[in-house]
């Protein structure tokens, strides 16, 4: 019996889909068997930025509807064998399924994956309130941005509301040199706010777009820093300890002086 | 008054070295009682008996209890002389204010943006409300962590209700109908805690310390009496 994830974060845009794809991504790599459900019905993404567009015949509501069994609606990825995408349906839209169908949907993919990982549209509304409802965990994504932490923290009460586990926290697109100068909220901060228990930071980086864009996860870069810190998430889920990665690398020959003489 | 009947006075005075007992009469309807010690306060006959040096006064209430409004009357009249200084109120072995035992009730937790807490009376909040959280009651708000939301203290309209938090950083502050919002832009040196009050029509945000001098009922001295 696996686990079901939920990834949300209420606004949009600050990277839910990304971090489902490489969360999953990560997780498979691990060895571990995954399956990533698109909940975003109408809107779907996940398969684009997995490189799997041009592979989709059944969808998720073909599968809830029964006009194909589920396995007939998997598309298994193209570079990890225990990875595979329900892609959402295109034509339709959130009131084409109800939150009953959804939780019967995870519950028979839970049977054969370690980890279900549900990419929830962004908003309250019915499509989130029918994709929460299949989870045992949640992770909720934000930007250190005003908005988005607003967002997430009522997103982080509603599902306060519905779920037995407590949501956890990823803070991305974190950019060092502007948490530096103040122009930027740094993760403390964000964390003190929203009062969850940090998963990870992801650092900002052009990269990852140009990963999404050719439909290759980040993290099948091994010597990307935002590849590395979702391999670390992918690693906490799994129960591991793992030590924040420290963003900030100027550790120089002066700062070390100064640690050392107690000044910094 | 009835010139006929020999009433005893409302309101008994007698001094000893601790300062001025003040008993008021329990038999008698509390309004005659504080008229009766207007009279005896104001009373610009007497007036060389009061002005003088401080004199601690102890409100002997017998085995009347009164309501929080009740003793801020008594405090008003006492505010004519300024070197009469209320210690306390006592009943004779029993709280004296009405309803027991204050009701400050404690609740925990985070209030998240969207999110409203509700409450009748003072409440202690041990945790952080978030922008975008509302916490309201018909008295007094004490947060124990940061008030970054919406709070509504004394939302009956009761003026004399406060706002208290470990960080004050509020979106917004309202006192019974008066509403504020503070300044767009935050000044570092205002950390620590802060309480937010009504006067004039207007709330007042200052730092703690303050409170004893604005609520002397609530100021602990060192040596006082209490009970």
């Known amino acids: 019996m696996g686990e079901s ?20 991504t990560a997780l498979a790599l691990a060895g571990k068997k995954v399956c990533l459900v698109d909940a975003d019905i109408g809107l779907r993404n996940l398969d684009v930025l997995l490189g799997l567009e041009n592979r989709i015949i059944y969808d998720l509501v073909d599968a809830i509807e029964k006009r ?4 007939q609606a998997l598309i298994r990825d193209k570079r990890c064998d225990e990875l595979y995408l329900l892609p959402a349906a295109q034509t339709r839209d959130k009131s084409s399924i109800s939150g009953n169908q959804l939780r019967w949907l995870i519950a028979e993919l839970k049977e054969k994956f370690d980890y279900v990982i549900i990419d929830c549209p962004a908003g309250i509304d019915l499509g989130f309130q029918n994709a929460i409802v299949g989870a045992d965990q949640a ?35 974190l950019r060092k040199q502007m948490v530096k100068d103040g122009g930027m909220m740094d993760v403390d901060e964000v964390v003190s706010v929203l009062a969850i228990d940090l998963l990870g930071v992801v650092p900002d980086d052009e990269q990852v777009i140009r990963a999404g864009n050719t439909g290759e996860p980040i993290v099948y870069e091994n010597r990307n820093a935002a590849g ?25 020959v002066i700062t070390k002086v100064k640690r050392w003489l107690g000044f910094a | 008054m009835d010139m006929g009947k020999t009433l005893k006075p409302g309101v008994t005075i007698k001094g000893t070295k601790d300062g001025l007992f003040f008993f008021l009469d329990d038999s008698r309807p509390f309004s005659d009682v504080l008229a009766d010690l207007k009279e005896k306060l104001e009373n610009s006959h007497a007036a060389h008996i009061w002005d003088g040096p401080d004199l601690n006064v102890i409100i002997k209430l017998g085995k009347r209890q009164i309501t929080k409004a009740e003793e801020i009357a008594v405090r008003e009249l006492f505010s004519v002389r300024k070197n009469l200084i209320i210690q306390e109120f006592e009943s004779d072995d029993i709280p004296y204010l009405l309803g027991g035992e204050q009701d400050l009730v404690i609740k925990s937790g985070t209030v998240r943006s969207g999110q409203v807490l509700i409450h009748k009376g003072n409440l202690l909040f041990l945790g952080d409300v978030n922008p975008g959280g509302t916490i309201q009651c018909t008295g007094s708000i004490y947060v ?14 009761d003026t004399n209700a406060i706002i208290v938090a470990s960080v004050l950083r509020p979106t917004q502050l309202r006192i019974a109908d008066v509403i504020s919002r503070p300044p767009d832009k935050w000044d570092e040196s205002e950390i620590g805690m802060r309480f937010a009050y009504m006067i004039d029509n207007q709330i007042v945000v200052e730092r703690i310390h303050h409170l004893g001098q604005l609520k002397p009922e609530l100021e602990w001295k060192e040596g006082r009496r209490h009970f």
């Not at chain 1, 194909?68 to 396995?71: E, P, T, V």
């Not at chain 2, 970054?148 to 203290?153: E, M, Y």
């Open chain 1, 68 to 71: 194909c069994r589920i396995d």
């Open chain 1, 139 to 173: 992770i909720v994504v934000t930007t250190p941005e005003n908005t988005a932490i607003r967002d997430a923290d009522r997103v982080i009460g509603l599902l306060e509301k519905e779920q037995v586990a407590p949501p956890k926290l990823v803070v991305n697109r």
């Open chain 1, 5 to 24: 994830i939920v990834i949300t974060s209420g606004k949009g845009g600050v990277g839910k889909s990304t971090s489902s794809a490489n969360i999953g």
């Open chain 1, 228 to 252: 590395k810190a979702y391999r670390d998430i992918a690693r906490r889920i799994q129960g591991e300890m793992v030590p924040l990665m420290v963003l900030d690398k100027e550790s120089n």
């Open chain 2, 144 to 157: 124990l962590g940061a008030l970054r939301g919406l709070a509504h203290a004394g939302c009956e309209g």
